[in-house]
């Protein structure tokens, strides 16, 4: 008893240094934000000639828009004299109170014996979109798109991350395709679809449970692994908001059209669990298995549901050091210009980092996590984050109902138990949704090695899936 009660005080001790050391360490990444946000335009306008639109506009000067639902439902930016229609534009983009404010409200509503007044939500609520959106989308059509467009100068120019803006042909999703080539004796009868998490890339399948995969399934399945959209050697366009709509149609434009896919399985990692999430509901009749690893979905509590992208993003990024995974979410998901300080660190620069690695590891390290990882632009990054992951918060229940009620397929959940980024109770929670999903836990694995690591293993699960997928 005694070794119990000195474990809990210990625990409770670390968990309040933890608050602690948190508190202080973003309290000074509120005020550098905003000083990398006064550099930042400086020398964009230095650089380029122009202001480089952010979210940290004042809320007096956001600008009214139209609003939908009643009750937090799908917010759409709507501009009736063009054909733009820019869907789920995330309020978590300028939306971030600073820590101080964030305790404050804590503090508000969990005082002990005080009363909270709530004022009542309006009848017929608007969305609010700040003079950064507005902007951005003004851009989108005043400004006069060049032929060739122009990477951002804090972003990388080599050949990998700008091929696509020199391309004659119009701007496709890279795609990694394995399979029976043309002219085999038995030509593929069925197709699989791969998509990634956040700042990742095809390779975390290529590389992994691609070579994994049996002769008999390389010769009856062709594979598809893509990189989204502004990662890996796919397009990073500049003025693109990376909405749902946007990383939809780009699926459907480089894969499902271009290579005349008409029905498909889906495997999904992360943030790519949304993706495939949309793309099924999308294309009921088409999937054939649904396989969702380490799914990001956060049941939002009945009162949160106006807020939900704002709950989704306090759980994903919670603001603490520790673990360090979630210090890195926090940094990315709440910084704006601290996020785009690392990106032009890492990401601009990822051939030399590629380089001291393979130096540093003599090439013993296998570095393609680490190439996904810095391969993307902050543009892409920040709004994909925010306007998938946070935007779609509201969405998720609808998506997980259609496929409970209107979906046949197969669906199968993974989940590593010491996932520190996104909780297993993610996967019990789309379990709980969806009743007929199997559920697998790995109990010593985690949000990467729940694939990497025991691809073999991964690989046989993913053959068993679709063999005994409904045809």
Same mark, same amino acid.
């Given at each position: 008893?005694?070794?119990?009660?000195?474990?809990?005080?210990?625990?409770?001790?670390? +968990?309040?240094?933890?608050?602690?050391?948190?508190?202080? !360490?973003?309290? !000074?990444?509120?005020?550098?934000?905003?000083?990398?946000?006064?550099?930042?335009?400086?020398?964009?306008?230095?650089?380029?000639?122009?202001?480089?639109? %952010?979210?940290?506009?004042?809320?007096?000067?956001?600008?009214?828009?139209?609003?939908?639902?009643?009750?937090?439902?799908?917010?759409?930016?709507? =501009?009736?004299?063009?054909?733009?229609?820019?869907?789920?534009?995330?309020?978590?983009?300028?939306?971030? #109170?600073? !820590?101080?404010?964030?305790?404050?409200?804590?503090?508000?509503?969990?005082?002990?014996?005080?009363?909270?007044?709530?004022?009542?939500?309006?009848?017929?609520?608007?969305?609010?979109?700040?003079?950064?959106?507005? *902007?951005?989308?003004?851009?989108?059509?005043?400004?006069?798109?060049?032929?060739?467009?122009?990477?951002?100068?804090?972003? %990388?120019? %080599?050949?990998?991350?700008?091929?696509?803006?020199?391309?004659?042909?119009?701007?496709?999703?890279?795609? /990694?395709? *394995?399979?029976? +080539? &043309?002219?085999?004796?038995?030509?593929?009868?069925?197709?699989?679809?791969?998509?990634?998490?956040?700042?990742?890339?095809?390779?975390?399948?290529?590389?992994?449970?691609?070579?994994?995969?049996?002769?008999?399934?390389?010769? +009856?399945?062709?594979?598809?692994?893509?990189?989204?959209?502004?990662?890996?050697?796919? #397009?990073?366009?500049?003025?693109?908001?990376?909405?749902?709509?946007? /990383?939809?149609?780009?699926?459907?434009?480089?894969? =499902?059209?271009?290579?005349?896919?008409?029905?498909?399985?889906? !495997?999904?990692?992360?943030?790519?669990?949304?993706?495939?999430?949309?793309?099924?509901?999308?294309?009921?009749?088409?999937?054939?298995?649904?396989?969702?690893?380490? #799914?990001?979905?956060?049941?939002?509590?009945?009162? @949160? @549901?106006?807020?939900?992208?704002?709950?989704?993003?306090?759980?994903?990024? #919670?603001?603490?050091?520790?673990?360090?995974?979630?210090?890195?979410?926090?940094?990315?998901?709440?910084?704006?210009?601290?996020?785009?300080?690392? %990106? =032009?660190?890492?990401?601009?620069?990822?051939?030399?980092?590629? =380089?001291?690695?393979?130096?540093?590891?003599?090439?013993?390290?296998?570095?393609?996590?680490?190439?996904?990882?810095?391969?993307?632009?902050?543009?892409?990054?920040?709004?994909?984050?925010?306007?998938?992951?946070?935007?779609?918060?509201?969405?998720?229940?609808?998506?997980?109902?259609?496929?409970?009620?209107?979906?046949?397929?197969?669906?199968?959940?993974? /989940?590593?138990?010491?996932? @520190?980024?996104?909780?297993? &109770?993610?996967?019990?929670?789309?379990?709980?949704?969806?009743?007929?999903?199997?559920?697998?836990?790995? &109990? *010593?694995?985690?949000?990467?090695?729940?694939?990497?690591?025991?691809?073999?293993?991964?690989?046989? *699960?993913? @053959?068993?899936?679709?063999?005994?997928?409904?045809?």
């Amino acid at each position: 008893m005694g070794g119990e009660r000195k474990n809990s005080l210990l625990t409770l001790a670390g +968990r309040v240094l933890n608050c602690a050391v948190s508190f202080v !360490v973003f309290s !000074v990444l509120d005020v550098l934000d905003i000083i990398l946000c006064i550099v930042y335009k400086l020398i964009d306008y230095a650089v380029e000639a122009e202001w480089k639109p %952010c979210y940290c506009s004042a809320s007096k000067d956001m600008v009214a828009g139209s609003g939908s639902g009643s009750g937090g439902g799908p917010k759409v930016v709507r =501009l009736c004299s063009s054909k733009l229609q820019l869907e789920d534009v995330s309020d978590t983009l300028y939306a971030r #109170p600073s !820590v101080v404010m964030d305790a404050a409200r804590k503090a508000g509503t969990t005082g002990s014996g005080a009363s909270v007044v709530v004022s009542p939500a309006p009848a017929a609520p608007t969305f609010r979109v700040s003079t950064g959106v507005a *902007e951005m989308i003004r851009g989108k059509i005043d400004r006069q798109r060049p032929t060739r467009p122009v990477p951002c100068w804090s972003d %990388c120019c %080599c050949k990998i991350c700008n091929s696509w803006s020199t391309a004659a042909t119009p701007s496709q999703l890279y795609v /990694h395709v *394995e399979g029976p +080539r &043309d002219g085999a004796a038995v030509p593929a009868t069925e197709d699989v679809v791969f998509i990634h998490g956040f700042i990742s890339s095809s390779t975390f399948w290529t590389e992994t449970v691609f070579p994994a995969f049996s002769e008999l399934t390389k010769s +009856r399945y062709r594979l598809f692994a893509i990189d989204l959209l502004g990662f890996g050697r796919s #397009p990073k366009p500049t003025d693109s908001l990376y909405t749902l709509r946007e /990383h939809l149609e780009m699926i459907e434009k480089s894969v =499902l059209k271009r290579f005349e896919i008409g029905r498909f399985h889906l !495997v999904a990692h992360s943030l790519g669990s949304i993706l495939a999430l949309a793309l099924a509901v999308k294309h009921p009749e088409a999937v054939r298995s649904l396989t969702l690893v380490a #799914p990001p979905y956060f049941p939002v509590p009945k009162g @949160e @549901e106006r807020a939900a992208g704002q709950y989704v993003m306090r759980q994903v990024a #919670p603001r603490r050091v520790w673990p360090a995974i979630a210090f890195g979410a926090s940094m990315a998901c709440w910084y704006e210009h601290v996020s785009r300080t690392i %990106c =032009l660190t890492i990401c601009k620069h990822h051939r030399l980092w590629d =380089l001291l690695f393979r130096l540093l590891t003599r090439n013993r390290m296998r570095t393609f996590l680490i190439e996904g990882f810095m391969c993307h632009t902050h543009n892409a990054a920040w709004h994909t984050l925010h306007n998938i992951i946070c935007g779609s918060a509201n969405k998720m229940e609808n998506y997980l109902d259609i496929v409970k009620n209107q979906l046949k397929c197969n669906v199968t959940i993974f /989940h590593g138990r010491k996932d @520190e980024l996104l909780p297993v &109770d993610c996967s019990y929670a789309v379990g709980s949704k969806i009743p007929r999903a199997r559920v697998k836990i790995y &109990d *010593e694995k985690d949000h990467i090695t729940v694939v990497v690591g025991q691809e073999r293993v991964f690989a046989r *699960e993913l @053959e068993e899936i679709w063999k005994n997928a409904m045809h």
